[in-house]
């Protein structure tokens, strides 16, 4: 079993810039790809980010390539969303998730979900 938690959510201005953390317990995370998606007040949860750890591939969503970077800390164990250039339509509940089976795009594919961080953007 497998355990994410997110924090560094929070209040910002649009412009302004903020850092995820997903802490992962249980099996280590280096065994498989970590994510982000994101859903925002009456709409469907969207992919945001993914990264697999062996070899440091990333993924982004169109909306966010540019401005958004995922990293990895091996021996923390421990998975980052750098976000820049935030805007007010970037404010969503963020979800950490990891151990992908399918497509990287569809929540369906990932198996482990952190509880989620608030992400506000104001104008």
């Known amino acids: 079993q497998v355990q994410l938690v997110e924090s560094g959510g929070g209040l910002v201005q649009a412009g302004g810039s903020l850092r995820l953390s997903c802490g992962a317990s249980?099996?280590?995370?280096?065994?498989?790809?970590m994510g982000w998606f994101r859903q925002a007040p009456g709409k469907e949860r969207e992919f945001v980010a993914a990264?697999?750890?062996?070899?440091?591939?990333?993924f982004y969503a169109d909306s966010v390539k540019g401005r958004f970077t995922i990293s990895n800390d091996n021996a923390e164990n421990t998975v980052y969303l750098h976000m820049n250039s935030l805007k007010p339509e970037d404010t969503a509940v963020y979800y950490c998730?990891?151990?992908?089976?399918?497509?990287?795009?569809?929540?369906?594919?990932?198996?482990?979900w952190g509880p989620g961080s608030q992400v506000t953007v104001s104008s």
């Open positions: 998730v990891g151990d992908l089976e399918g497509d990287y795009r569809t929540p369906e594919a990932w198996k482990y």
């Open positions: 990264i697999r750890w062996s070899g440091g591939s990333t």
């Open positions: 249980g099996r280590t995370a280096s065994n498989y790809p």
